[in-house]
Protein backbone atom coordinates (compact mmCIF):
# COMPACT_ATOMS: atom_id res chain seq x y z
CA UNK A 1 0.00 0.00 0.00
CA UNK A 2 1.11 3.22 -0.63
CA UNK A 3 -0.12 6.68 0.37
CA UNK A 4 0.07 9.60 -2.52
CA UNK A 5 -0.65 13.16 -1.64
CA UNK A 6 -3.35 14.24 -4.46
CA UNK A 7 -4.33 17.79 -5.50
CA UNK A 8 -7.60 18.88 -7.30
CA UNK A 9 -8.09 21.01 -10.35
CA UNK A 10 -9.32 23.68 -7.75
CA UNK A 11 -6.69 23.32 -5.52
CA UNK A 12 -7.64 21.28 -2.50
CA UNK A 13 -4.87 18.96 -1.38
CA UNK A 14 -5.72 15.34 0.27
CA UNK A 15 -4.32 12.35 0.73
CA UNK A 16 -4.96 8.41 -0.15
CA UNK A 17 -3.88 5.48 0.07
CA UNK A 18 -3.34 2.69 -2.94
CA UNK A 19 -2.26 -0.87 -3.94
CA UNK A 20 0.55 0.78 -6.29
CA UNK A 21 1.16 3.73 -8.00
CA UNK A 22 -0.30 1.63 -10.89
CA UNK A 23 -3.66 1.80 -8.73
CA UNK A 24 -3.96 5.22 -8.47
CA UNK A 25 -3.49 5.72 -12.38
CA UNK A 26 -6.14 3.54 -13.63
CA UNK A 27 -8.15 4.26 -11.02
CA UNK A 28 -7.75 8.64 -11.44
CA UNK A 29 -7.78 8.00 -15.33
CA UNK A 30 -11.66 6.18 -14.91
CA UNK A 31 -12.73 9.35 -12.64
CA UNK A 32 -13.09 6.61 -9.98
CA UNK A 33 -10.59 9.57 -7.55
CA UNK A 34 -12.50 12.30 -6.26
CA UNK A 35 -11.66 15.57 -4.19
CA UNK A 36 -13.51 15.15 -0.79
CA UNK A 37 -13.92 18.41 -0.62
CA UNK A 38 -15.59 19.40 -4.45
CA UNK A 39 -15.90 15.86 -5.83
CA UNK A 40 -14.03 16.94 -8.42
CA UNK A 41 -12.70 14.08 -10.38
CA UNK A 42 -9.60 15.54 -12.03
CA UNK A 43 -6.82 14.69 -9.57
CA UNK A 44 -3.06 14.66 -9.57
CA UNK A 45 -0.54 13.41 -7.31
CA UNK A 46 1.03 16.31 -5.89
CA UNK A 47 4.86 16.21 -5.39
CA UNK A 48 5.93 14.77 -2.32
CA UNK A 49 9.75 13.56 -0.46
CA UNK A 50 10.31 10.59 0.22
CA UNK A 51 9.09 9.63 3.77
CA UNK A 52 11.73 7.74 5.92
CA UNK A 53 10.52 6.28 8.90
CA UNK A 54 12.14 7.89 12.25
CA UNK A 55 10.52 8.22 16.27
CA UNK A 56 10.44 11.84 15.60
CA UNK A 57 9.13 11.41 12.09
CA UNK A 58 6.44 8.86 13.66
CA UNK A 59 5.43 11.19 16.17
CA UNK A 60 5.04 14.24 13.47
CA UNK A 61 2.86 11.98 11.66
CA UNK A 62 0.77 11.40 14.10
CA UNK A 63 0.76 14.88 15.34
CA UNK A 64 0.00 16.43 11.70
CA UNK A 65 -2.64 12.86 11.16
CA UNK A 66 -4.25 13.48 14.47
CA UNK A 67 -4.54 17.77 13.52
CA UNK A 68 -5.65 16.74 9.67
CA UNK A 69 -8.69 14.83 11.50
CA UNK A 70 -9.53 17.30 13.66
CA UNK A 71 -9.56 19.94 10.63
CA UNK A 72 -11.65 17.36 8.43
CA UNK A 73 -14.33 16.32 11.64
CA UNK A 74 -14.33 20.56 12.05
CA UNK A 75 -14.96 20.47 7.98
CA UNK A 76 -18.08 18.36 8.23
CA UNK A 77 -19.68 19.73 11.41
CA UNK A 78 -19.42 23.18 9.49
CA UNK A 79 -21.23 21.29 6.22
CA UNK A 80 -23.86 19.57 7.90
CA UNK A 81 -24.47 22.87 10.01
CA UNK A 82 -24.84 24.48 6.47
CA UNK A 83 -27.34 21.61 5.35
CA UNK A 84 -29.22 22.04 8.94
CA UNK A 85 -29.99 25.91 8.33
CA UNK A 86 -31.06 25.78 4.37
CA UNK A 87 -33.50 22.78 5.63
CA UNK A 88 -34.73 24.71 8.42
CA UNK A 89 -34.95 27.75 6.22
CA UNK A 90 -37.06 26.08 3.63
CA UNK A 91 -38.70 23.18 4.53
CA UNK A 92 -41.51 22.79 7.19
CA UNK A 93 -41.18 20.77 10.28
CA UNK A 94 -43.52 18.35 10.99
CA UNK A 95 -42.05 16.26 13.88
CA UNK A 96 -42.64 12.76 14.62
CA UNK A 97 -45.39 12.48 12.10
CA UNK A 98 -42.97 12.78 8.82
CA UNK A 99 -43.29 9.61 7.41
CA UNK A 100 -47.35 9.98 7.53
CA UNK A 101 -47.13 13.43 5.82
CA UNK A 102 -44.13 12.12 3.33
CA UNK A 103 -47.09 9.28 2.83
CA UNK A 104 -50.08 11.86 2.22
CA UNK A 105 -47.98 14.15 -0.07
CA UNK A 106 -46.66 11.05 -1.88
CA UNK A 107 -49.80 10.07 -2.63
CA UNK A 108 -51.57 13.45 -3.71
CA UNK A 109 -53.52 13.60 -0.28
CA UNK A 110 -51.31 16.32 1.67
CA UNK A 111 -50.56 19.85 -0.18
CA UNK A 112 -47.07 19.35 -1.80
CA UNK A 113 -44.06 20.77 -0.20
CA UNK A 114 -40.63 19.92 1.31
CA UNK A 115 -40.94 18.87 4.83
CA UNK A 116 -38.40 17.38 7.55
CA UNK A 117 -38.71 15.80 10.82
CA UNK A 118 -38.22 12.29 12.37
CA UNK A 119 -38.89 8.83 11.49
CA UNK A 120 -38.42 5.47 13.09
CA UNK A 121 -35.78 3.03 11.29
CA UNK A 122 -39.24 0.90 10.49
CA UNK A 123 -41.10 3.77 9.25
CA UNK A 124 -37.74 4.66 7.20
CA UNK A 125 -37.60 1.18 5.50
CA UNK A 126 -41.68 1.51 4.85
CA UNK A 127 -40.83 4.61 2.77
CA UNK A 128 -38.27 3.53 0.88
CA UNK A 129 -40.54 0.09 0.02
CA UNK A 130 -42.92 2.65 -1.58
CA UNK A 131 -40.69 4.46 -3.52
CA UNK A 132 -40.81 7.62 -1.48
CA UNK A 133 -37.52 9.34 -1.94
CA UNK A 134 -36.54 10.80 1.61
CA UNK A 135 -32.65 11.69 3.05
CA UNK A 136 -31.31 10.91 6.07
CA UNK A 137 -29.66 14.02 6.71
CA UNK A 138 -27.31 14.15 10.12
CA UNK A 139 -28.69 16.94 12.90
CA UNK A 140 -26.92 18.94 15.49
CA UNK A 141 -28.85 19.12 18.40
CA UNK A 142 -29.58 23.18 18.86
CA UNK A 143 -28.28 24.23 22.65
CA UNK A 144 -29.74 27.28 24.15
CA UNK A 145 -26.93 29.07 26.15
Known amino acids: MILFELKCTNGHHFEAWFRDG ?5 QAKGGKVECPVCLDTSVVKAPMAPA ?16 RAKE ?19 CDYVGDK ?16 KIYGEATDQEAVELFEEDIPV ?3 PWNQRRDS
Open 52 to 67: VSTSSRKNSNKQQGEH
Open 72 to 90: VAREIIKAVSKIQKHVEEN
Open 22 to 26: GAFDR
Open 135 to 137: YKV
Open 98 to 113: FAEEAKAIHYGEAEER
